[in-house]
């Protein structure tokens, strides 16, 4: 438990510009149309919060 404390500890600022990240590309990613013109993959229903529109 020490170790994964110390690992949080130091690792702060990586984990939580990640975690910024991902939900920077979830967004984006809610928000788009696939660029293939006949492949548009179910998204989650968690992603319709992130929509703007």
């Known amino acids: 438990m020490k170790a994964?404390?110390?690992?949080?500890?130091?690792?702060?600022f990586?984990?939580?510009t990640?975690?910024?990240?991902a939900l920077t590309v979830a967004t984006?990613?809610?928000?788009?149309?696939c660029a293939y013109i006949f492949h548009d993959p179910k998204k989650?229903?968690?992603l319709k919060q992130?929509?703007?529109f």
Do not use: G
């Open 28 to 33: 984006i990613t809610a928000n788009a149309r």
């Open 18 to 21: 990640m975690s910024c990240m």
């Open 50 to 52: 992130l929509r703007k």
């Open 4 to 12: 994964l404390k110390n690992f949080f500890t130091k690792h702060h």
């Open 44 to 46: 989650p229903d968690s």
């Open 14 to 16: 990586v984990l939580q």
